[in-house]
T-cell receptor, first 110, second 111 residues
Framework: QKEVEQDPGPLSVPEGAIVSLNCTYS??????FMWYRQYSRKGPELLMY????GNKEDGRFTAQVDKSSKYISLFIRDSQPSDSATYLC??????????FGTGTSLTVIP | KAGVTQTPRYLIKTRGQQVTLSCSPI?????VSWYQQTPGQGLQFLFE???????NKGNFPGRFSGRQFSNSRSEMNVSTLELGDSALYLC??????????FGPGTRLTVL
């Protein structure tokens, strides 16, 4: 079993829709949770960082962590064509080594 | 602040050759990690260096090696290249235990 599971998609939504991206994990020691956005032929860009459980909001983005279910989510409100990218979840127990999901490909259609 | 830089951006090599990739972290960041990204496997952790010491290592063969210099710049080396080594190699630097900031990557093609 992989440490982190992420549905690869692809996910296609109309502009303005609410997007929900999810990851599950198996290691209960994970306590640092991140979401990255990666455009084609670019390196991943850190979007959101959350420590332990709870919600964090930044503009149109909301990250949720449910440690009891070993489940994390990223919500994108009022999605824009510029949000079209691959979204990667990542997590770490110690902060030294990070485990990534395989990424979900998102397309926002104008 | 300048971001993470990686050189070269693109490389084409043949099987059996060796390659060295370079990474300059964000100023002040002492931790540098390397990842291999392929369409099938996603991002896979190679190793992490902190203050010139390898602190963590992923599950890759010994053909993959790295080092970090006193100015935190890092290099990774792949010897005896195989076709399956074709990938995007990403370097990430970190100021703490919480976040990693990625460079644009080096795209390696092995023919």
């Amino acid at each position: 079993q992989k440490e982190v599971e992420q549905d690869p998609g692809p996910l296609s939504v109309p502009e303005g829709a609410i997007v929900s991206l999810n990851c599950t994990y198996s290691n209960s020691a994970f306590q640092y949770f991140m979401w990255y956005r990666q455009y084609s032929r670019k390196g991943p860009e850190l979007l959101m960082y959350t420590y332990s459980s709870g919600n964090k909001e930044d503009g149109r983005f909301t990250a949720q962590v449910d440690k009891s279910s070993k489940y994390i989510s990223l919500f994108i409100r009022d999605s824009q064509p510029s949000d079209s990218a691959t979204y990667l979840c990542a997590m770490s127990a110690s902060g030294n080594q990070f485990y990534f999901g395989t990424g979900t490909s998102l397309t926002v259609i104008p | 602040k300048a971001g993470v830089t990686q050189t070269p951006r693109y490389l084409i090599k043949t099987r059996g050759q060796q390659v060295t990739l370079s990474c300059s972290p964000i100023s002040g960041h002492r931790s540098v990690s390397w990842y291999q990204q392929t369409p099938g496997q996603g991002l896979q952790f190679l190793f992490e260096y902190f203050s010139e010491t390898q602190r963590n290592k992923g599950n890759f063969p010994g053909r993959f090696s790295g080092r970090q210099f006193s100015n935190s710049r890092s290099e990774m080396n792949v010897s005896t290249l195989e076709l399956g080594d074709s990938a995007l190699y990403l370097c990430a630097s970190s100021p703490n235990y919480n976040e990693q900031f990625f460079g644009p990557g080096t795209r390696l093609t092995v023919l």
